[in-house]
């Protein structure tokens, strides 16, 4: 394998960097040419870079434009604004079938249910060869061969036992492995894992998590890892982003983030993941108002009606992300450059 290019940073340069992309979707109004429609400003300039062997954990609430993120990245959804790199090569806005065929093959996507992104009445065998012989990723005489492959990578032994069963004969977990050996038969070097474990019960997740891990060791796969679930992005993080209405307010190597938290939503994420050590004299940060109210003037902060730590100026207008620390950005008034 050749070796990987290296950055100023000392690490890997990045496989796939978005670059202050943006996602509107117009909401309300009628059928009528004239009816007035609002925008949902679902993702609002968001930069980040997929590294080869690893993983970008991305943490917010639900709504907070996680999903949204990947779907982008996966040209599932067009862009509004910003661009998408990969490979040092800007995706056209409009791009043609044969090459987003090319480019999905290296950027594949785990969804969140893994019984709804499999066909039912389709064996597992059927679901891992078709994506090899749709990208003629082996000869057609190897295609079970690399099947039972990619079900042993997986963890699921004996894979000769599994290929012939039917989703519903699986566990969730099962599943879950079965989708990731689906998006692994293409060779991708990127994987979208959008809130993989969520649907799985706690007693196996770790053993998901665990096969992430050993994927990005050995395959210097690039991840993004998109959760709600802090404790997880802590296992499994190399570096962390923070969502919040569509916005990023922390990003930083995980470690730095989640021991010196610095944005008052990400010290509200921490104050709520249990401490058994703490015992009942833990106490919990208390954010004002409600979850992501609408802001009022517009150009406020997103935060302002939950943040306990709101000034004047967050009223008028929404901080820059700044870097306060080396490689650690925050979008907050609490800081200087911001």
């Not at 290296?6 to 040419?33: C, H, M, N, Q």
């Not at 036992?161 to 099962?174: D, N, R, W």
């Not at 079965?178 to 293409?186: H, K, M, N, T």
Request: proline letters at 8%; a positive charge; glycine letters at 6%.
């Amino acid at each position: 394998m050749a070796a990987e290019p290296i950055g100023r940073s000392g690490l890997a340069e990045p496989i796939l960097e978005a670059r202050d992309i943006t996602k509107y979707f117009p909401v309300g109004g009628g059928s009528w040419p004239w009816s007035r429609k609002r925008l949902l400003h679902a993702v609002d300039d968001v930069s980040l870079a997929l590294r080869p062997g690893r993983v970008t954990a991305l943490v917010g609430e639900s709504g907070s434009g996680k999903s949204t993120v990947a779907r982008l990245l996966a040209e599932i959804y067009p862009l509004t604004s910003g661009e998408i790199d990969f490979r040092g090569k800007v995706l056209p806005r409009r791009p043609s079938q044969r090459s987003l065929q090319a480019y999905r093959s290296q950027v594949q996507m785990i969804f969140q249910d893994p019984f709804a992104s499999l066909n039912p009445i389709k064996t597992i065998e059927h679901h891992i060869s078709r994506p090899l012989k749709i990208h003629h990723i082996v000869p057609r005489h190897e295609v079970r061969r690399r099947v039972y492959d990619l079900l042993t990578t997986v963890g699921l032994n004996p894979a000769e036992q599994f290929a012939v069963k039917y989703p519903h004969e699986l566990s969730g977990g099962q599943r879950q492995r079965v989708a990731i050996a689906r998006a692994l038969a293409v060779e991708p070097q990127v994987l979208l894992a959008d809130e993989p474990i969520s649907m799985l019960d706690v007693s196996i997740r770790m053993g998901i998590l665990n096969l992430m891990l050993q994927l990005k060791e050995q395959h210097r796969i690039a991840f993004l890892y998109i959760t709600h679930d802090i404790a997880s992005a802590r296992y499994v993080g190399d570096e962390i982003l923070v969502m919040y209405a569509g916005q990023v307010v922390e990003h930083g190597e995980t470690d730095a983030v989640l021991q010196n938290p610095l944005h008052p939503y990400t010290r509200l994420l921490l104050s709520a993941v249990p401490n058994p050590e703490s015992g009942l004299t833990h106490r919990r940060i208390q954010a004002r108002g409600e979850v992501q109210a609408p802001v009022d003037p517009p150009d406020a902060c997103r935060f302002l009606h939950r943040c306990p730590a709101a000034m004047d100026v967050c009223h008028t207008r929404t901080p820059r992300l700044a870097e306060v620390e080396p490689e650690h950005w925050v979008r907050c008034y609490l800081y200087p450059g911001t």
